[in-house]
């Protein structure tokens, strides 16, 4: 490994997807990853010592924002499971909601459990954000406008205001426009598309384009829903990577990478952790932002783009619960199987405490305590892809949390990791009893293990917090000649998406 014409620094799904596509225009690239597998943090694995066969997603857990055109592009087929019903919303008592395609079942339960309002603020909702998600779909998988030439551009005259507003402001004014009676469904729409994997809340700037953006999923039979790949998210890194190789590309594991190396604002190349250096004419970062102006020198780069950087720089607020549970759950309110474990199951504080604990969580964030009752994802993923349980009949499950604190005041996270696993355990003991008895195993990731063990920056998940959408998040070209970002941080979003690898192999491929 002496030179290359591109060199790709990390082996995340957006690093493959541009080594296959410059690879495919003719280009010699390396891609080089410092872990000793490729996937970033789109993995499948198996970290359970008590459970080793058991396999799980230990990062990404759905595939839903992928352009259709890009798989296409890729000319590649992933093994994509539906989930109908696609979310559970329990309660402790009798309440429940199942969204799924059965829609005449779906509203006997809005009316029966909750509101004929809620309802039509249901089905308005949802018809409104499918507009918007064709309208916008094009704008992906090509370099950004602004938000509003967005809306100018691409936005159904009728719509555009309300596009932008959604941009630009909290979730809660969006959501609050549909009229809908429970404070609890209000939330639990909040939680999964506006608060993921964002430091943000209920009214702040910018969960809205979240929103928008966790509802962008246009994947063959999705019908605008999340889906599971079968063999978990590292069928889509593995699947990525093998078109990469078909094209020509080499990847390269336990290459770390230790600095860049510039010179008369060029980029020349790549200086490896051992010392070895590698001549590349172009070198394009899949690592985070953070990371790559580490690697380049903040003082290689001027003012305004470390001032840009500097404006993104948030703490992941993210934590993952890992399980190995020998059995499902039976829940209080839906004791009998209808569906009710393959969905986002959505755990949250009852309906006359759901608004100020959403308040209460984020301030205890913010102080640096962990919050009592934090929204929490609840997927049970081998009940829809029985392929990764083991040879005990094991489930693996997962814990999605928002919010936690990066780090913790008067405390560290090596002292609370257990006993908030626990804690956060009996939150599922409500709503299902027992479930802390169920669990072989656990393998959790606080925003500071996310960082250590996936080698994201603060243990953010998104690079870059999705509150920036568009022109605003981090352009694909560096002011260093010849440098490139794909990071999640650049337009569209983070997520499991790869269309800032493909745009930023456009760009390079343009400019030749």
Not at 337 to 354: A, C, F, M, S, W
Not at 383 to 403: K, M, Y
Request: aromatic content about 8%; some cysteine; charged content about 25%.
């Amino acid at each position: 490994m002496k030179k290359a014409r591109v060199i790709i620094i990390g082996a995340g799904h957006n690093g493959l997807c541009a080594a296959t596509f410059l690879a495919r225009a003719g280009h010699d690239v390396l891609v080089l990853e410092d872990k000793p597998v490729i996937g970033g943090a789109c993995r499948t694995e198996r970290p359970f010592s008590r459970a080793p066969n058991l396999g799980t997603s230990t990062g990404a857990y759905l595939l839903g924002l992928m352009p259709p055109e890009l798989i296409a592009k890729l000319g590649i087929e992933l093994p994509l499971l539906r989930r109908d019903p696609h979310y559970f919303l329990p309660t402790e008592g009798e309440r429940y909601l199942l969204f799924g395609s059965d829609q005449a079942a779906m509203k006997q339960q809005f009316l029966t459990f909750f509101s004929a309002e809620d309802w039509r603020a249901h089905e308005a909702l949802q018809s409104e954000i499918a507009l918007l998600r064709d309208d916008i779909a094009p704008t992906w998988l090509r370099a950004p406008d602004s938000i509003e030439a967005t809306a100018e551009r691409y936005v159904r005259p009728a719509l555009r205001g309300v596009f932008v507003d959604l941009c630009r402001k909290p979730v809660a004014h969006y959501l609050d426009r549909f009229g809908f009676k429970s404070d609890l469904i209000r939330a639990m729409y909040a939680v999964t598309d506006g608060f993921s994997g964002l430091n943000g809340t209920w009214d702040t700037p910018g969960t809205g384009m979240n929103f928008l953006i966790h509802n962008m999923c246009r994947l063959p039979g999705a019908d605008g829903t999340w889906m599971i790949v079968r063999g978990g998210m590292g069928t889509v890194t593995a699947t990525i990577a093998e078109a990469a190789r078909r094209a020509g590309a080499r990847i390269e594991t336990g290459q770390r990478v230790d600095r860049l190396r510039v010179d008369s604002n060029t980029v020349r190349g790549v200086v490896l952790a051992d010392g070895r250096e590698l001549a590349a004419e172009i070198v394009v970062c899949n690592a985070d932002p953070f990371r790559m102006r580490d690697l380049a020198g903040a003082e290689k780069l001027p003012s305004d783009y470390n001032a840009r950087l500097d404006r993104y720089r948030k703490d992941g607020t993210t934590f993952k619960l890992n399980l190995a549970l020998r059995d499902l759950p039976r829940f209080t309110c839906l004791p009998d199987n209808r569906g009710q474990y393959g969905p986002t199951i959505h755990l949250l504080p009852d309906e006359k405490q759901v608004m100020q604990s959403l308040r209460d969580s984020f301030a205890a964030v913010k102080a640096g305590q962990l919050p009592e009752f934090p929204t929490i994802e609840w997927y049970l993923h081998t009940t829809v892809d029985p392929s990764l349980r083991d040879e005990a009949g094991n489930h693996s499950g997962a814990l999605f949390v928002q919010w936690v604190p990066y780090e913790l005041k008067g405390t560290t996270w090596l002292a609370e990791e257990q006993r908030y696993s626990r804690h956060l355990l009996s939150i599922c003991d409500r709503f299902a009893p027992g479930t802390s008895d169920l669990v072989v195993d656990m393998f959790a990731l606080s925003p500071a293990g996310i960082e250590k063990y996936f080698g994201i920056t603060r243990g953010h998940i998104h690079h870059v917090d999705n509150s920036f959408g568009f022109s605003d998040r981090l352009p694909y070209a560096t002011p260093i000649d010849g440098l490139y970002s794909c990071s999640a941080g650049c337009h569209p979003a983070g997520s499991v998406i790869g269309a800032a690898g493909h745009n930023a192999a456009m760009q390079i491929l343009e400019g030749d």
